[in-house]
């Protein structure tokens, strides 16, 4: 019990076993120290699916409900005050969702949704990545996880699945 009235949470990550965090429904995020819960503001009600950061001073929220009356939600947590962060103007249609957010430093983090979008930042920029070839269906992705930045999996589909892979 986090001692807290919350919807339903939908993903965690940690800093270590004192320094986690949570994200979920109507724009919810729980930290948790080792002891206590706090509630933290954001200035979204969308919910949120994805979390990560390199360290807990900067940390990373995505998410939209995929419907058209919502919105692909991206924050930035820093220095505990949350913030939206502006992407490009997406050239994929009708993306109302990011899903997972994951990197391998603060200036390489990956972006996955709605329709196969995949958003990267390389430290100064997000740029939009066409990670589907020109007449493929582009899929929901729905998660995306690495080991370097030259090793990065991005997952997804929903009744028959997909795998894309960076190897170097």
């Known amino acids: ?8 949470l939908n993903w965690t990550y940690g800093f270590g076993q004192d320094d986690l965090i949570m994200v979920g429904n109507g724009g919810t995020v729980l930290t948790y120290n080792g002891s206590e819960f706090s509630q933290e503001s954001t ?9 990560w950061g390199e ?3 900067r940390v990373y ?5 995929g419907r058209p009356d919502s919105k692909a939600t991206l924050l930035l947590r820093n220095s505990g005050v949350w913030t939206e962060e502006a992407f490009p103007e997406l050239q994929r249609p009708s993306v109302f969702a990011f899903f997972k957010v994951w990197g391998s ?11 196969g979008v995949v958003l990267h930042w390389n430290g100064t920029d997000w740029e939009e990545l066409f990670v589907f070839q020109p007449g493929q269906e582009a899929r929901d992705l729905i ?7 030259e090793r990065v999996a ?5 009744n028959n699945g997909v795998l894309i892979l960076k190897d170097g």
Do not use: C, F, H, K
């Open 1 to 8: 019990d986090p001692g807290v009235d919350v919807p339903l």
């Open 43 to 51: 200035p979204t009600e969308e919910n949120l699916w994805g979390v």
């Open 55 to 57: 360290t807990s001073e």
């Open 61 to 65: 929220a995505v998410g939209g409900s």
């Open 105 to 115: 430093s603060d200036s390489d983090v990956y972006v996955v949704g709605q329709r």
């Open 143 to 149: 998660a995306v996880w690495g080991t370097s930045d």
């Open 154 to 158: 991005i997952v997804g589909g929903r």
